[in-house]
Nanobody
Framework: QVQLVESGGDLVQPGGSLRLSCTAS????????LGWYRRAPGKERELVAA???????KYADSVKGRFTISGDVDKNTVYLQMNSLEPEDTAVYYC?????????WGRGTQVTVPS
C-alpha cells in the first residue's frame, strides 16, 4: 500500500505564491509518474500537473505559466510551486500517482485565495 502526505497549503492573497510538498511511502516501486490534483468546492477533482521519472511535465491549461511541478519521482517526492495565485485556485490539493491509486489518497492540503 502507498501512503501520500501533502503539506504547504495556506491562505494567500491573490497574486501570492505557495509551494506544496508531497511525499509517498510504502509500496512505491511502480510509481513512475506523480501528479498534483485539486478539488475545488462543488467541483470534481482534477489533475493540475504531473511529472515523470524522466522529468517530463504536463500542466492543466488553467495553471500553465503559473505553476511549476518538480521533484524526484524515484525518491517519491514532488513539489508544486504556485505563483500568481487566483481565487479560482482555491481548493484542496492532493498528490497521487498517474494513473491514480484509488485507495492511496491522502488528506490533501488546503489552499485558499480570497476574492
Amino acid at each position: 500500500q502507498v501512503q501520500l502526505v501533502e503539506s504547504g497549503g495556506d491562505l494567500v492573497q491573490p497574486g501570492g505564491s505557495l509551494r506544496l510538498s508531497c511525499t509517498a511511502s510504502g509500496d512505491t516501486y511502480d510509481i513512475n509518474i506523480l501528479g498534483w490534483y485539486r478539488r475545488a468546492p462543488g467541483k470534481e477533482r482534477e489533475l493540475v500537473a504531473a511529472v515523470t521519472s524522466g522529468g517530463r511535465t504536463k500542466y492543466a491549461d488553467s495553471v500553465k505559466g503559473r505553476f511549476t511541478i518538480s521533484g524526484d519521482v524515484d525518491k517519491n517526492t514532488v513539489y508544486l510551486q504556485m505563483n500568481s495565485l487566483e481565487p479560482e485556485d482555491t481548493a484542496v490539493y492532493y498528490c497521487n500517482r498517474l494513473p491514480q491509486l484509488t485507495n492511496a489518497w491522502g488528506r490533501g492540503t488546503q489552499v485558499t485565495v480570497p476574492s
